[in-house]
């Protein structure tokens, strides 16, 4: 079987039915008031993993996360944190950490003193709590902000300051909310990757609530997309971008475009279907796959190729009239109309230096793609 | 071109802020400096009968001599008779005993309700904050009258007690201190719950969430973050209550018996029963100083930590 996608390391414990779960909700639901934020959720987050929740504001991600924290009770179900149910286990007593999507830094306390408060906690000595504060601000390279106040320091400095507080204890799972938001993309993209190379470094299990796809991808070993309370898909950057289960998945994570349809017939894992937008499509016919049966196809812009002139082949291929034309250096993005008024996005790579006679706005074009480039979908 | 035009309103504006600075500092000079100095003189003088009841009397018509003259007679004797009777130094300290435990008892009761209002559902808060500044809208005085009423050995609260049968026979609450402490933490309490309730309101929730994460107790959490970041409305409410509660008249004289010593008291029978305003002068001007020194002292501590701050 085709991998989907490159992995960022060879570690899969969800792969392995014996391997026990870290961090388990059984069959969780949170109520608040008439509001349900979380919705019978059952969810398996294995150790030393990089797992990100996913979803717009509302879906439930960072009420799930507070629970594991102990700042909520399940209204119904179980939580377990290495085999040990968590009920009834005040927050101070969980072998766990947050950083905050405030920061939640105490103003009144130096960055030391923020980042000791929690080894003071523990009664750690206090030469040692001396060295390990040194270390961590090391680490976030705050060594000679020490002894600021946290209004003293830029919104990134405040981040580092939140992410060696909440790590200074050495949690054995991490919880981070929102932990990016408030910076600028750069940093926030640099941001990244220090986090991945601190969960790999320090062994610890990262469960990171985010809303931003970009972010869930580039950190994440597995991705939950949720939605009104309920995990949608879970799987791997790769599965949820190239394997999406639903259209809701698929639309969550980067572009899609998606062809409403009449599977017509099913051969050899192939299905036929009749697009409303008035060609023919032939792709695999997957799980979702049903004759007679009305399904939706998806496929990715980057998969689609744009020409001038009618491919040689019967399906697949579709003809329309170039709309809008955005050059993003790397690659553009042609917005084609096509007859029945169906707007498709189709990207291509520039891969050289330019190009002698290129497609131009209104011009007619046909935009095709192979059998294994798209999805068929139920819903 | 423009830059004669623009000079000109910067001028403008910077008269208009000179004299905004200066108005309130002529009405300070006005209405504090001029009658504390009116004092101040009185304090030195003599009490004579006549109108008005002190002397010497600076004749302004006189001329220089007379005036220094009348100025050499004045003297500091009736700070040495405060010091020299034991009735004024046991008024002062009685008041200072009674202003702080007033202030702590105040402090105990104003903290949980603005903490209560703080958390309660942000619907609800102005209806609390309603509640609380409520009782302005009655004079003062007719309120501690009220309590006359509810404190007295037939009133409300010992009829209450009697028929729930805690007690057999009525207490004597009126007249003693303790209804002087009950009325003013009753009349003071908005002071205290007001500056705390707004720096517990500004508070971020999540610091204490942190602090539980970070291995707090719930108690521990609320010491070291809440109660220690409500530090400055803490201080603001027990200063607005310890102020003008060591200087209280009306509370005393009206709830609080004959033993029940306080300076804003023995300031007004010096004044109106004995007719002896230097006395009078003089034990105001004293209470001034006792009080002056511990704001100053907070305030320079407060601007200290504030520049530490920067």
Sequence with gaps: MKSLGNVRRSFAPWADSSARPYIAFENVTKRFDDFTAVDDLTLHVFEREFFSLLGPSGCGKTTLLRMLAGFEEPTAGDIFLDGQPLKNVPPHRRPVNMMFQSYALFPHLTVADNVAFGLKQEGMARGEIAERVGRMLKLVRLEQFASRKPHQLSGGQRQRVALARSIAKRPKLLLLDEPLGALDKKLREQTQFELMDLQEELGLTFMIVTHDQEEAMTMSDRIAVMDAGVVRQVGTPAEIYEAPSSRYVADFIGNVNTFEGRVTAIENGMADMAASDGFAIRTHAGAHGRSGAHAYFAIRPEKIEVTRQRPDQEHNAVEGEVWDIAYLGGLTVFNVKLDSGTIVKATVLNTERGVEDPIGYEERVWLSFTPDCGLLLEN | ?310
Excluded at chain 2, 43 to 48: I, M, Q, T
Excluded at chain 2, 229 to 247: K, M, Y
């Design chain 2, 1 to 310: 071109m423009a830059q004669p035009e623009q000079a000109n309103r910067t001028g403008g504006s910077e008269a208009f802020r000179r004299i905004a600075i200066v108005v309130p500092y002529l009405w300070l000079l006005a209405l504090f400096l001029l009658p504390f100095l009116i004092v101040f003189r009185i304090s030195l003088s003599e009490p004579v009968l006549a109108m008005p009841p002190y002397a010497p009397q600076f004749d302004w018509s006189a001329g220089w001599q007379e005036f220094l003259e009348a100025l050499s007679q004045l003297s500091p004797a009736n700070y040495l008779w405060l010091a020299e009777d034991a009735l004024y130094r046991n008024a002062y300290l009685s008041s200072l005993r009674i202003a702080l435990i007033s202030t702590a008892l105040t402090l105990l009761i104003g903290f949980p309700l603005a903490y209560g209002m703080a958390r309660a559902p942000e619907r609800l808060r102005p209806i609390l904050l309603m509640l609380v500044i409520l009782p302005f809208w009655t004079s003062f005085l007719i309120r501690v009258y009220a309590w006359i009423g509810i404190l007295k050995p037939e009133g409300l609260l010992n009829q209450f007690l009697m028929w729930i049968g805690v007690i057999g026979e009525p207490l004597t609450i009126l007249n003693t201190d303790t209804a002087v402490y009950i009325g003013i933490v009753y009349s003071y309490l908005p002071f205290m719950v007001l500056p705390i309730y707004a720096t517990l309101e500004r508070m971020d929730h999540s610091l204490v969430e942190a602090a539980l994460d970070l291995g707090c107790t719930a108690f521990g959490a609320f010491w070291k973050v809440t109660a220690r970041l409500a530090l400055p409305g803490i201080a603001a409410g027990c200063l607005l209550v310890f102020i003008p509660a060591v200087g209280e008249f009306v509370i005393p004289d009206l709830l609080g018996g004959t033993e029940t010593l306080m300076i804003g008291r023995t300031l007004w029978i010096e004044f109106f029963a004995n007719r002896d305003w230097p006395v009078a002068s003089a034990v105001a001007i004293l209470l001034l100083l006792l009080l002056v020194v511990p704001i100053v002292l907070f305030q320079n501590a407060q601007a200290r930590a504030q520049e530490k701050a920067k």
